[in-house]
């Protein structure tokens, strides 16, 4: 439900249609996690150690970078150059790629166990209302239209609306999210505005954050890849795949360079054709 935090209480209990003192029917569960799924992130194979290092490889300028260090090599050969000199330029070069490759490698690497840390916020169990009882069942077991229970030192297994508070206070520690050093205050009033930031949204508790103070019976609004944090998930994700900035414009002088390279050796081609039947120019 979009702008659930706007909408009031029995606005949000009439989207899903479900009683706030009953929760869910059986039926409406199995309906609900046809529609939507299961209360879990998607699992992301990490990619192989060699398939990161072969991909710092395949870049236009890495590859005439290579190239130079192997005509270099070739050329200090032909030229008669022996020992460790025939090695000095090619070794730099491939040093710089060697070093280049290696940031490239670790800072993918960082990307795929941010992943990895953000499920140790996931909930493993959920207090749910269904049928009219209440029960402890896997967090990922959760649809929209759940009614659930999180007490003190609970982690929050879902988006969660807040219906009533079972206690003089609520507050929750959301700081993975906002950064806010404390505990905030939630409450079950609606958020005046429909566009609002995380902060704002006080009758809203996140996925993966932990009550701190009371005690609290909200509906699940939204569940795995559509939390807050599963955006944020996605966020870093498609960020571990997009080209920054400095790799476009290093792409782009890649690819002027070998254009470049390209025009030089027909104009040096075009100059010296002349000469190639010329005998005194044959060694």
Sequence with gaps: MDAAHAAETHEVLA?????????????????????YG???APKEEGTPFWKLVLKQFDDLLVKILLVSAVVSF???LANGESGWHAFVEPAVILLIL??????????????????EELKAYQADVATVLRNGRLAIIPAAELVPGDIVEVAVGGKVPADLRVLSLLSTQLRADQSI?????????KTARATRSAVAVYQD???????????????????VIGHGRRTAIGKIRDAISESA??????????DEFGTFLSKAIAVACILVWVINIRNFQD?????
Excluded: Y
């Design 177 to 185: 999210l906002t950064g806010e050093s404390g505990s905030v205050s």
């Design 241 to 250: 795949d997009e080209m920054t900035p400095l790799k476009k414009k290093l």
């Design 38 to 40: 299961r209360n879990e």
């Design 98 to 115: 060697i070093a280049n490759a290696t940031v490239g490698v670790v800072t993918e690497t960082n990307a795929e166990k941010a992943l």
């Design 74 to 76: 070739l050329l200090a």
């Design 15 to 35: 989207h899903f249609h479900v009683d706030e003192n009953t929760g869910l029917s059986d039926s409406q569960v199995e309906q609900s996690r046809s529609i």
């Design 279 to 283: 005998p005194a120019q044959v060694v």
């Design 201 to 219: 949204k006080t009758c809203i508790l996140f996925a993966g954050t932990v009550v701190t103070v009371g005690r609290v019976r909200a509906i």
